[in-house]
Each structure stands twice: as structure tokens, then as C-alpha cells.
């Protein structure tokens, strides 16, 4: 079945059945295929293939059948017509950058966004003589004021983290359509689950699939979807040419991932928001941010472009760095780690972690105080979440 028919069928019949194609064999589960190239019938078909004259897979660089069947699975709920795997969430980013972007061109970005994809922007790209400005993700004027006429994207990450600030999609689309700009949103957090950009406008999705896509903290993946012009052109070119492969073993189990992605996602949003409600009442919480909250600024932004409030929550705890430390160090069930998206929760410390290469003023116009604790809730007993951080916010 092509990625198109799928249209018609619901997220989840999409999320265990897209893309699969059955072998001789009559495998149930998908099978799994590892090997880097193809055996051809004759010389002629040889000749076919590479002159794409004839459909079919060549080398497992950029042709692998179970490589394949997760970018359809991915594409098909993403509502994207292509999907390109790649090695990694930044494999992803840099593929797209290197993919539409040449040298004299402008990325305006939002200031939120991962650690590593400002560095990529501001270090690797600047080599090869591509700007990027950074701006406030909420505020359009401050994105409207960035934009040159060489202006060739517009990247960001909703809700960001770990302030789970939210930009208008459907705004910054207009924007980037006026302009000429392509908009692309990395939608990690969110996933197709709770958030489909594409619908919302936005030129192409990015995703570390590293995260909730498999969901298990397992293997690394990453994958960009789009239209085909755009990721079947310049994207693939550069996954033939620079290879950075998704292996058949991890689309395999990102396949797997996808099949119980949106059970995660609702328990994850569940066990968030209760303990985003329970967090605010605790004496030692100053300030809790989830988009689940009326208090949060745009709560109702977050209820109209998103149909959940996601699975990380961050709280500032009075005291600032030693009571913050004091409650990750506290804990005896979640996992001390700046990963997130996982069955497991984890619990950071942006400050001196994640955003700890920032200069202190930096951090403070980020909003990254001293006392702020990041959680990427998981899927334990919520309960047992809350007498975990309780021991920590009661010591
Ligand atoms: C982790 C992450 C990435 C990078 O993905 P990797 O798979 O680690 O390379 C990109 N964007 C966001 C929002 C992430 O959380």
C-alpha cells in the first residue's frame, strides 16, 4: 500500500499497519533486513536501477526495505508524502540544512531550541558561510524583525524545552510563506500523536526518533517528512551522497516504537499533568511549567494546536541550585540523566547540565534559573513519582 491510501484510516491503524510489506515468507512482525546491497536479476536491471529507470533497492546507504517501511509508517502519521531516516536527530537536522541551504544563506531560529542544534547552527554552518540569528520562539515580532532577503528557513522546537514555551505554527507558517522561507518544525516532543505541523502549515517536520518515537531509551534514529519535491530531492541527494544512514536493525525497533506510540503518548500526558497539578501545591515549588496549566501563558494556544500537553515538566524549587540538587539527589526511582521521551522517568538539572555552557547572564534571559528541575515523566505508578520528588521537596 502506498502512503497516500493511508490517509483515510485512523492515527493507530496507521501507527501498527503502514508501510508493511510482506515477504514470501509470510512473516507477521516485520521482518527485519540486513544487508547492505541487492542482488539484480541481470546486468540489464542493474543498469535500470541505477538509471532509476526501474523502481527497486540498489545499496541500503539510501535503499533498505525495513529503513523503508518506518519512513511510510513515520510519513503516513505525520500526514507528510516522503519520510527520509537518518542515523540520528541531528543526522536529520543537518541533512535538511545541508540539503536546502547553500553558502550566502540565513536560518532564523528559535533561541529554544536543543543545545546541540545551536551549535550546529552557530559553529559547523557558520563554516560554510550560513548565518543563523536566534529569536524569542513566542514573540512573531522578534522572528518578523530577524528575516533578510537571504532568509532561507525558519526553525524551531514546540513547546520548547525546558520552559515548555509554544510558538503559533499556523503564524510562523504565514510568515514563512510570505517570505519565500520554508518552515521547519522539529517535533520531538510533541510527536504525530499530540501535534501534526504539517497540517498546521509547516514545510517539514524533523524528529530525533531517539526519544518518544521509540520510547524505550533503546537506539539512536532520527527522520525528516515533508512534501516529495523537497525530501525526495535535495534531502535524499544528500542521505546517497552523505550517507547518513538509518541502520534496518533501528528502524526496526522505531517500527515497534511507532506501533504503541499513541498508548505512550496518552499515559505520558496523564501522568505529567497530574504531576504538574500536585507539583504547584508543594510548599518548596515556586513555579511549575506545563502547557496542562491555566496558569500557563499560553495554555490556550497549547489546547488548540496540540491535543495534549506532552510529558515534560519543569518546576523552579525555592532554595536554587542546593535545593534543586537536593531533590534530584532525593530520588531512588527516576533516572538521573538528560535524556528524555523514555518509558523511564528522568529527572536534570538544566543549569549545570544542558544549558550549562550558557554564561549565567544568558541563562537568566533564557529564564534557566538556578532551582529549575526538568522531568521527562514516564510511565511508572504516578504516585510513586510524587513520593519521589516528595522526599527531596520535604528534606
Ligand atoms: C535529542 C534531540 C535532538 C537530537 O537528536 P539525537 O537523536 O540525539 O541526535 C534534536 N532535537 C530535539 C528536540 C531533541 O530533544
Known sequence: MMTTDWNEFGFNTRAVRAGQVRSDE?????????????????AAQAAARFAHTEPGNIYSRFTNPTVR??????????????????????AAIF???????????HIVA??????????????ILAKFAIK?????????????????????????????????????????????????CLLVVDNCFCTPALQTPLSLGADIVIHSATKYLDGQGRCMGGAVVGPEKIIGGDIFAILRSGGPTM???????FLKGLETLNLRMQKHCDNAETLAHWLEKQDMVERVY???????PQHELAKAQQSRFGGLVSFDVKGGQEAA????????????????GDTKTTITHPATTTHGRLTPEQRQAASIGDGLVRISVGLEDVEDLQADLLRGLTA
Open 26 to 42: 509470510g512473516e507477521h512482525s516485520e521482518a527485519i533486513f540486513p544487508t547492505s546491497s541487492y542482488v539484480f536479476e541481470n
Open 69 to 90: 517501511n518506518f519512513e511510510q509508517r513515520l510519513a503516513a502519521l505525520e500526514g507528510g508524502e516522503r519520510c527520509i531516516a537518518t542515523a540520528s536527530g541531528m
Open 95 to 105: 541533512s535538511t540544512c545541508l540539503g536546502l541551504l547553500k553558502a550566502g544563506d
Open 110 to 123: 528559535s533561541q529554544s531550541i536543543f543545545g546541540t542544534t545551536v551549535v550546529l547552527f552557530s559553529n
Open 132 to 180: 543563523t540569528t536566534f529569536v524569542n520562539l513566542s514573540d512573531i515580532n522578534s522572528w518578523r524583525a530577524a528575516m533578510q532577503p537571504n532568509t532561507k528557513l525558519l526553525f524551531l522546537e514546540t513547546p520548547s524545552n525546558p520552559l515548555m514555551e509554544l510558538a503559533d505554527i499556523r503564524e510562523l507558517a504565514e510568515l514563512a510563506h510570505a517570505r519565500n
Open 247 to 253: 541502520s534496518p536493525f533501528n528502524a526496526w525497533v
Open 290 to 296: 506545563h502547557p496542562s496549566l491555566p496558569t500557563h
Open 325 to 340: 540538587w537536593r531533590v534530584i539527589d532525593s530520588t531512588q526511582i527516576m533516572s538521573i540523566t538528560a535524556n528524555l
